[in-house]
Nanobody, 128 residues
Framework: QVQLVESGGGFVQVGDSLRLTCAAS????????MGWFRQAPGKEREFVAA????????YYSSSVKGRFTIDRDNAQSKGYLQMSSLKSEDTAVYYC?????????????????????WGQGTQVTVSS
């Protein structure tokens, strides 16, 4: 059974940093692309960042590019989202997800429909 568990969320101030972790089990993590999505209250789930299985490519939404960094450690079956210069509009539940997609581009990796497995999410609240 595939399980994704996010951690690292919390309550922070504008300008602070947080690092989210996604721990995967039940699957060959190193074979999958990984993405981070978020959903704010009353809004649809939106793409944040993605990284290919080999870490050769990283993709970011325009709203987080330059502030967030996605990374992964295949040996530990973990993915990370380092978030810096947090803004109040970053407040959301953050989800990690895995996709068996091995080739593609931003258009594919930014679409929630290509992801097969999802975590339960971790809350990030940025207060001004």
């Amino acid at each position: 059974q595939v399980q994704l568990v996010e951690s690292g969320g919390g309550f922070v101030q504008v300008g602070d940093s947080l690092r989210l972790t996604c721990a995967a089990s039940g699957r060959d993590f190193g074979s999958d692309g990984m993405g981070w999505f978020r959903q704010a209250p009353g809004k649809e789930r939106e793409f944040v960042a993605a990284i290919t299985w080999s870490s050769d490519n990283r993709y970011y939404s325009s709203s987080v590019k330059g502030r967030f960094t996605i990374d992964r450690d295949n040996a530990q079956s973990k993915g990370y989202l380092q978030m810096s210069s947090l803004k109040s509009e970053d407040t959301a539940v953050y989800y990690c997800a895995l996709t068996s997609l091995r080739v593609g581009s931003y258009i594919y990796y930014s679409s929630a429909t290509v992801y097969n497995y999802w975590g339960q999410g971790t809350q990030v609240t940025v207060s001004s």
